[in-house]
């Protein structure tokens, strides 16, 4: 249903409804506490404290169970899974904990890939994560059974984790943005970052990575971009997060990845700085070419290097007379 802001508002679910979509397009969250204040304020319980100032025939059974269905099955994949989250604290100012006890009921099993998870029930997980004092060892999205906006507004659960795995994730900018400042977040729990088979990664993505590994805040170890597509303009931004001071990266993973000539010297260029500290270098089925062996090879007799595995299986290597 497309709704105009010149529509006249024609029940109190219809206003709760703007409300909401008014604080999650902001990017801030100026409104957030307001729209709970407003969700609060629906409960007949709550009006009756007020004396009457409102017209308590908005706070029927019915017409709160429609704004109750209303944010449990909101579509928000439009805007940041960090603002999602909002809808779930809305339920919970309504006094309605099902979400909330259907997710504990769900950590205490233990069986992610059994129960069919909602978007809001992704969001509420999101923020139990989140909030956790016990860090989370891996966050696997494809465990999950969930739908792709599900997995996408669990994003925010990365910010408690030591190794996150985006598998063929469709994310988009402000899905990396969440990732990024997982990363550069004080304390930073995160040391691995695999992101296999993330065709849709683009140069701004693979940037706003690289810069947060240069953040001082961050503490990642190994980052995984099997069969990711990068271009040269992203192997430049790995290669200066690679230079950066200090530089925590140990693993790089770029296997399957079609690397072109100056996508891989620029790399190697990284390799021969004293900053760089990288041990292993993947880089399976690569497709490389004699003129980026060479550049390898440059790299490999600098001095220091600190490179001690160099994986390069599959590659069709020949051996020069």
């Not at 100032?53 to 029927?60: E, F, G, I, K, V």
């Not at 709160?64 to 944010?71: A, E, R």
């Not at 494809?142 to 994310?171: D, H, W």
Request: proline share 3%; charged share 25%; hydrophobic share 35%.
């Amino acid at each position: 249903m497309v709704v105009h802001k010149n529509d006249p508002v024609t029940s109190l679910d219809d206003f709760l409804r703007r409300a909401l979509m008014k604080s999650l397009k902001s990017k801030n969250g100026h409104l957030d506490l307001f729209v709970r204040f407003l969700h609060g304020l629906s409960l007949e319980s709550n009006q009756r404290i007020l004396g009457g100032l409102l017209d308590q025939r908005n706070s029927h059974p019915e017409t709160i169970q429609k704004v109750l269905n209303n944010l449990k099955e909101e579509n928000s994949d439009e805007f940041s899974p960090d603002r999602s989250i909002n809808i779930f604290h809305c339920l919970m100012e309504m006094k309605d904990q099902s979400v909330h006890q259907e997710i504990q009921e769900f950590l205490k099993s233990g069986k992610k890939s059994e129960r069919k998870l909602s978007v809001i029930h992704c969001s509420a997980l999101a923020y139990l994560l989140q909030m956790s004092e016990e860090v989370l060892d891996e966050l696997n999205l494809q465990q999950y059974n969930t739908s792709v906006e599900g997995r996408c507004r669990l994003i925010p659960a990365v910010r408690n984790c030591r190794k996150v795995v985006l598998y063929g994730s469709l994310l988009s900018n402000s899905h990396w943005e969440v990732v990024a400042s997982a990363m550069t977040s004080n304390p930073s729990h995160l040391r691995e970052l695999s992101l296999s088979k993330n065709q849709s990664l683009r140069d701004a993505d693979v940037k706003l990575l690289s810069s947060a590994m240069m953040h001082p805040n961050c503490r990642l170890e190994r980052l995984r971009l099997w069969r990711c597509s990068l271009s040269k303009i992203s192997c430049d931004s790995l290669a200066s997060a690679l230079r950066s001071n200090p530089s925590h990266l140990r693993v790089l993973d770029l296997s399957e990845t079609e690397l072109k000539d100056p996508a891989v010297k620029l790399l190697c260029g990284a390799l021969q700085d004293p900053l760089c500290e990288l041990e292993t270098l993947s880089l399976w089925r690569c497709s490389l070419s004699e003129i980026s062996c060479g550049s390898l090879a440059s790299a490999l007799r600098s001095n220091p290097s600190h490179l001690r595995v160099l994986e390069l299986n599959y590659n069709s290597l020949r051996i020069q007379e």
